[in-house]
């Protein structure tokens, strides 16, 4: 293959994925600016921010790709934590705190696949009501104030640092990012979340049970959040019912921001975790500026909005094309 050639597999691939060229140009533009983003503790840090949110959007990679969203994962994530280290302070076994606050997430999926995909309601509507309601569980059992751990053991799940530099939160989601990867890529499961994604009818007709994976999917994203929320509050060593607010629109958008379109049967986790990214990147860079935190979040509304409009206007190119 000659120079040329190479050069032009590489220009589509980088027009066809183009949060590479989003994080190639944020890079390019921090060049101009005399901060400190080039240094190797603002990288390592842009990763370990990022590992929360990276891991929240591996689970909602899976209900994505199978055209549903769920922005239930900021409540999910909140009552995980909150369910944790309040069962610490009450004496449980770290471990056991943990499970309860794993199961806690399992059972919200179940209930948003349950009301999605058995009961065919919008799953938008849904998983946005349903975080709103975790929530304000959240409020009530802490009393709208931050419970601190008791247990510094807790503490340490996600506060180790490997070798003295590498942040363990980052080994984490390396872990986790490599599990869906090979799920997604290498087993019938990850397969039949594409096919249903790709066209549902086909998928159920073809003899694939389309009810119990999408509703796994949920389910599986909701493990994925409460995690998220035990290693978000062992970071913090504290549990609040503020934590996750935008949590739920934000990874949605990142998923998307990556190439996993909300029209399903597109994407997979590494597209998810390059748009993940992308916003925290973007957050990053930002900061490094002195960019203040009002004006951050009215870039971070655009651009949602931009995304959100350039997804439903490839839809519907999609639809007039077939």
Request: hydrophobic letters at 50%; a positive charge.
């Amino acid at each position: 293959m000659d120079t040329k050639s190479i050069f032009i597999k590489a220009k589509q691939l980088l027009l066809k994925q183009k949060a590479v060229l989003a994080i190639l140009a944020m890079i390019i533009l921090m060049l101009f600016f005399d901060t400190q983003f080039f240094t190797a503790y603002n990288w390592m840090n842009i990763f370990r921010s990022a590992t929360v949110q990276g891991i929240i959007a591996m689970g909602v990679t899976m209900t994505v790709l199978c055209a549903a969203c769920d922005l239930s994962v900021g409540g999910t994530m909140c009552l995980s934590g909150v369910i944790a280290i309040m069962m610490i302070n009450g004496g449980a076994p770290i471990p056991v705190a943990c499970i309860c606050a794993l199961l806690s997430g399992a059972l919200v999926g179940a209930i948003n696949g349950f009301l999605v995909v058995h009961q065919r309601t919008e799953p938008f509507i849904i998983t946005l009501g349903m975080g709103t309601l975790l929530k304000g569980i959240s409020q009530l059992l802490t009393d709208a104030h931050p419970v601190a751990c008791t247990n510094m053991s807790f503490m340490q799940i996600s506060n180790t640092k490997l070798f003295g530099q590498i942040p363990i939160l980052i080994l984490y989601m390396l872990i986790i990012f490599l599990l869906f990867f090979w799920i997604l890529r290498f087993t019938n499961y990850g397969r039949n979340c594409y096919a249903i994604g790709g066209n549902y009818e086909v998928a159920k007709y073809s003899g694939i049970n389309v009810l119990a994976i999408k509703w796994s999917a949920f389910v599986i994203s909701g493990l994925a959040a409460a995690l998220a929320g035990i290693l978000l509050s062992s970071r913090m060593n504290s549990a609040s019912s503020v934590y996750g607010d935008n949590t739920g629109m934000l990874v949605n958008c990142g998923v998307v921001i990556g190439g996993t379109s909300f029209a399903g049967g597109v994407g997979g986790a590494a597209q998810s975790f390059i748009g993940i990214f992308v916003l925290q990147l973007m957050t990053n860079c930002m900061d490094c500026l002195g960019i203040g935190a009002y004006i951050q979040q009215l870039l971070q509304g655009v651009i949602i909005v931009l995304i959100l409009g350039f997804d439903c206007y490839g839809r519907l190119r999609k639809r007039e094309r077939v």
